[in-house]
């Protein structure tokens, strides 16, 4: 298996995963705050058991976060963990991951700007496309005035990119980086229950669908993509959210039934058929170039 190979397989994996976050979220009810407090908490105490377990059995220095780089694509993991959840609880199912998809635009662009990954004429043309359907999605909330939902799903979208980005820029491996990113919503979190009335404070419908995601799903999922950077570029590790975009609202709608919009539905569909396009485009690229290399690496041979 090359490294390109093994990176599609474990992103995609993690991508699949990631696609029962949303539902485990809203199974779990009760408010915000609390929420954000055990998936962020479960998941960074995950994390450090991981990391223990990891250096005994090895028996050798284990890097828990790769020096500032590694700090500074934990901080941009925290951040969009605080806005991702805040749009669950703000915004429909739909428009979330809907909006999520715009972490491809972000990627590309931060990759062009931060690491001179100038975007192809075909990335450029599916990003317009994606930006116009975006804005189609987000209209409707801004006609109502409902729209800080959509803005966090933006914010997080923005903060995943970040990461991604910065991910790829340092080439370290980052799989602990979104569970210890969890500090700051977990110190957040913390700090707004405790004014609140600290324990009282706290609420959680079902609280085992929480408990489950924080310690199950998001160890899992963001492990895995965090760790894709190290092998694809920053739009292709966005790419593998679209799971996500398809899954979560078929999820959300079999149990809540909690069907999206017209313009939701228009401006979804528009994105999957945008990303789905763009991604066999750079399959297609990317063995186009493996195989002219290896016809090169036979011929200087020869």
Known sequence: MTPYQKGLLITGFGGLVLTIDIPL?????????????TRSGLGLVIA???????????GKRVSLLPGRAGMVVAAFYGLSAI??????????????????????I??????WVILRERPKTATLITMAI????????????IQSGNYFGDLCAVAASFGLSMAIVFARLSGKDMGFAPMIGGI???????????????????????????IANGAIVIPIAFWCLATGPKYLSGPEVGMFYLLETV?????????????PTRNTMIGGTILIIA????????????????SAERNELATNIG
């Open 184 to 210: 700051l919503p977990l110190i957040l979190a913390t700090g707004v229950l405790l004014s609140k009335g600290g324990v009282s404070a706290f609420h959680l419908d079902a609280a085992w669908w929480t």
């Open 106 to 111: 972000f990627s590309a662009l931060l990759g």
């Open 83 to 104: 806005a991702f959840v805040a749009a669950v609880f703000n915004t429909t199912t739909a428009n979330l991951v809907f909006i999520l998809t715009s972490t491809t």
């Open 275 to 290: 990303l789905i396009g763009h991604s066999l485009w750079q399959l297609r690229s990317e063995r186009k170039r493996r």
């Open 25 to 37: 979220i809203r199974l779990g009810g009760g408010d915000a705050w609390s929420a954000q407090f």
């Open 130 to 141: 994606m930006v116009f359907a975006v804005f189609l999605i987000v209209s409707e909330s």
């Open 48 to 58: 450090l058991l991981c990391w223990i377990f990891i250096r005994l059995r090895q």
């Open 247 to 259: 899954l979560a609202p078929i999820w959300v709608w079999i149990i809540f039934s909690e069907a």
